[in-house]
Antibody, heavy 118, light 106 residues
Framework: EVQLQESGPGLVKPSQSLSLTCSVTGYSITSNYWGWIRKFPGNKMEWMGY???????SYNPSLKSRISITRDTSKNQFFLQLNSVTTEDTATYYC????????????WGQGVMVTVSS | EIVLTQSPTTMAASPGEKVTLTCRASSSVSYMHWYQQRSGTSPKLWIYETSKLASGVPNRFSGSGSGTSYSLTINSMETEDAATYYCQQGSSYPYTFGAGTKLELK
C-alpha cells in the first residue's frame, strides 16, 4: 500500500524558508505525480504544486516565485521549500499522490502543522 | 482561478436522515471530486469524477452534478459519516478546493 509521511520543523521564523520532506513507501516516486497541499486555520485548502515522475514541476501561480519542489529518487522522497514565509503561511502541510488522468489526490500523508512565528 | 463555494458551511443530521451537500463552481468544470476528512486525520478521496465512489466508500454515498453545480448525497446518515467534506476541481489550473462542509451528528 502507498504510504506518505511528512516531516520537518513545526516552527519557522518570518522571512525564513520552510522545508518539508515527504517520504514515500510502497510506491516509487519515479511513477506518477506527487504533490503538496496545505490547509489553513479555518479550513481553506490550497494546492501548492507537484513534481512528476520525470522530475518536471507545476506550481500554483499564487506561490510561483516562492516555491520549489524537488526529489531524491534514491531515497524515494520529495521535498517542499517555501521561501520568505509570513504568518499567512501557517498551515497544516500535506503531501499526496496526484493522479493526473483523474486529477485527484488519492493517497495523503498525515500532515504536519507548521507555524510561522517569531 | 475557479472558486468553489460549498453549502452549507456546517450542518447536523440525525441517524437515518438523508443529507445533501452542495458545491458550486464560479465557472463550468468537467468533473467534481469530493474528500472526507474526519477529525484528526488526513483527507481521503471519497468520490471522484462527480459520481464514482472511491475504494471502500459505502454505497449510501452518491455524487451528481454538471457544469457549475455539484452535490454529494448520503442516503441514510450514519455515525461514522460525521466529518468535513471538501470538493475539488481539476479541470482548470490551478486546482482548487472548496472551504468544506462540516457534517455533524445530531
Amino acid at each position: 500500500e502507498v504510504q506518505l509521511q511528512e516531516s520537518g520543523p513545526g516552527l519557522v521564523k518570518p522571512s525564513q524558508s520552510l522545508s518539508l520532506t515527504c517520504s514515500v513507501t510502497g510506491y516509487s516516486i519515479t511513477s506518477n505525480y506527487w504533490g503538496w497541499i496545505r490547509k489553513f486555520p479555518g479550513n481553506k485548502m490550497e494546492w501548492m504544486g507537484y513534481i512528476s515522475y520525470s522530475g518536471s514541476t507545476s506550481y500554483n501561480p499564487s506561490l510561483k516565485s516562492r516555491i520549489s519542489i524537488t526529489r531524491d529518487t534514491s531515497k524515494n522522497q520529495f521535498f517542499l521549500q517555501l521561501n520568505s514565509v509570513t504568518t499567512e503561511d501557517t498551515a497544516t502541510y500535506y503531501c499526496a499522490r496526484y493522479r493526473p488522468h483523474r486529477s485527484t489526490f488519492d493517497y495523503w500523508g498525515q500532515g504536519v502543522m507548521v507555524t510561522v512565528s517569531s | 482561478e475557479i472558486v468553489l463555494t460549498q453549502s452549507p458551511t456546517t450542518m447536523a443530521a440525525s441517524p437515518g436522515e438523508k443529507v445533501t451537500l452542495t458545491c458550486r463552481a464560479s465557472s463550468s468544470v468537467s468533473y467534481m471530486h469530493w474528500y472526507q476528512q474526519r477529525s484528526g486525520t488526513s483527507p481521503k478521496l471519497w468520490i471522484y469524477e462527480t459520481s464514482k465512489l472511491a475504494s471502500g466508500v459505502p454505497n449510501r454515498f452518491s455524487g451528481s452534478g454538471s457544469g457549475t453545480s455539484y452535490s454529494l448525497t448520503i442516503n441514510s446518515m450514519e455515525t461514522e459519516d460525521a466529518a468535513t467534506y471538501y470538493c475539488q476541481q481539476g479541470s482548470s489550473y490551478p486546482y482548487t478546493f472548496g472551504a468544506g462542509t462540516k457534517l455533524e451528528l445530531k
